[in-house]
């Protein structure tokens, strides 16, 4: 549930030329289709904004609905490379900071990792990374 519209330029002008960057909204399927449309492979990173809190209904939305708007998509567009979906380490946990992150995130770890599953029966080529904390630092930062 973005509370801005998606914008593919800053991301494109980070990338090699040829790498085509296609706006859509993953709570939206009606936008999917297009953008989907011919991709060679599809890099999912999408997820809740850091550093707010989400109800539970807006992590279901984006963290899950989501995933399984753009696993439709490219089943409907006959979408055939890998599908990327970069996710949250901790999905499985039960410890004390995942469960904080859950109360604080509307159950974003269980969001994802519903998702994970869904990916995982897709039939799709696939591959799930979960990734640690990410912080814009130079390279070799620690």
């Not at 296609?22 to 709570?27: E, G, I, K, S, Y």
């Amino acid at each position: 549930m973005s509370t801005t519209s998606p914008t593919p330029s800053p991301a494109a002008s980070r990338l090699p030329a040829g790498v085509a960057v296609r706006a859509a909204d993953l709570t939206r399927s009606d936008t999917l289709a297009a953008p989907i449309g011919g991709a060679a492979h599809i890099i999912l990173t999408a997820g809740l904004y850091s550093g707010y809190p989400a109800s539970n209904a807006t992590a279901r939305a984006t963290e899950f609905d989501g995933v399984l708007n753009v696993l439709g998509a490219a089943r409907r567009t006959g979408f055939a490379g890998r599908f990327l979906y970069m996710t949250a380490s901790g999905v499985r946990s039960r410890s004390v900071p995942a469960r904080g992150l859950n109360l604080w995130k509307g159950n974003t770890l269980t969001w994802r990792w519903r998702a994970e599953e869904a990916i995982r029966a897709s039939g799709l080529d696939y591959s799930i990374i979960r990734a640690g904390f990410l912080m814009n630092r130079p390279a070799g930062w620690r």
